[in-house]
């Protein structure tokens, strides 16, 4: 028990830096500036769904789909943590946290409802996530703790999203622009530090 414990929390860390509520929460404001508070509550909510949805497929699926390919465990480590440091540089420098491209934001300016895209896909189920619930689930192995702590763990993470985004008003007052920059790039440190950990972990499940 105290493994899945383990296991759960690392996984809730690696979410929740991976999905910088406030800065999401920052974002969504800036998406959505004409929408009423019910709109913004339900987008949010439905993306945080879909959102849920397609990250616990990953969690149960990826695993399987990586073995038809012949992908390993070890190279999959490998090169998640290195994905994952990628996008832990890019938030540390200010680059990128969940960040909307251009073509994403003229879509959303025109579109009156973003949940499904761009909130729920790219920003909430992007690469970084989908590829951290692959790494979590293998972590976890055959026992069902651990794969129940890794589930819980993504759900109380996406909890935490939905709370930040249906209070993304007050946040976005309090942080500003300047604010979120400071947290995503305080976030990007962590993550950086847990993507070093998990290629390292492949490295030397691949060399002894």
Do not use: C, Y
């Amino acid at each position: 028990m105290p493994e899945a414990l383990h296991v759960a929390l690392n996984a809730f860390i690696a979410l929740l830096v991976i999905l910088d509520p406030p800065g999401l929460a920052v974002l969504f404001l800036g998406m959505t500036p004409d929408d009423t508070p019910v709109s913004r509550r339900r987008q949010a909510r439905r993306a945080v769904g879909i959102a849920a949805v397609i990250l616990i497929a990953f969690a149960l699926f990826g695993g399987l789909v990586l073995r038809a390919m012949g992908i390993g465990m070890p190279a999959m480590k490998v090169a998640g943590g290195l994905l994952l440091f990628v996008l832990a540089t890019n938030m540390a420098l200010g680059n990128t946290a969940p960040r909307a491209s251009s073509e994403e934001r003229q879509a959303a300016a025109h579109e009156p409802d973003i949940s499904v895209f761009p909130l729920a896909i790219p920003l909430l189920a992007g690469p970084g996530a989908m590829t951290t619930m692959v790494l979590m689930r293998q972590q976890a192995g055959d026992d069902p703790w651990r794969l129940a702590g890794v589930l819980v763990a993504l759900l109380a993470a996406l909890a935490v999203t939905l709370a930040t985004l249906w209070a993304a008003v007050p946040v976005g007052r309090l942080l500003g622009a300047t604010g979120g920059q400071v947290v995503g790039r305080v976030l990007g440190v962590i993550l950086a530090a847990l993507a070093a950990q998990i290629a390292l972990d492949g490295l030397r499940a691949s060399l002894f």
